[in-house]
């Protein structure tokens, strides 16, 4: 009598067992995860499935519950997602307010800082001729 599968076993369907083993040939993450995915899917304990795969047990705890979720589209998480710059995000969100209190206030703060800016200018000046004087003073 065969020993049926435990609650935890993942059921991959055929075409995702092809994906997996395709995927399990490479020496990538998504390698190493494709490989604890198979191997949770034949039966094997997640303590098994680190020991194949190479991955941390909190590591395929997360890439099981990730397949829970989205299936094999959770091992297609690299290449879908955009690269976009967090500055230019960020310059974007500054540069655009949305309502004309926010723009309201988004000048305020640009004056605030300009004056702020001044005063460490104005304070520097003061202090170079502070500087000077003392020199001046100190040669008679």
Do not use: W
């Not at 995927?23 to 604890?36: H, I, S, V, W, Y």
């Not at 655009?96 to 005063?119: G, I, W």
Request: charged letters at 40%; hydrophobic letters at 25%.
């Amino acid at each position: 009598m065969a020993t049926p599968k435990p609650s935890s076993a993942l059921s991959l369907t055929r075409s995702e067992v092809t994906f997996c083993k395709k995927l399990a040939e490479e020496d990538t993450l998504n390698g190493q995860r494709a490989k604890a995915l198979l191997a949770i899917d034949q039966g094997e304990t997640q303590g098994k499935a680190v020991e194949l795969s190479g991955l941390s047990l909190g590591q395929v705890r997360y890439i099981v519950g990730r397949f829970r979720l989205h299936r094999i589209q959770a091992l297609q998480v690299e290449s879908q997602i955009p690269t976009v710059s967090t500055t230019t995000a960020d310059a974007k969100a500054k540069s655009k307010p949305k309502n004309k209190k926010t723009k309201a206030k988004s000048k305020d703060k640009d004056k605030k800082r300009k004056k702020d800016k001044n005063k460490d200018k104005k304070k520097t000046k003061s202090e170079k001729k502070a500087k000077k004087d003392k020199k001046k003073k100190s040669k008679k």
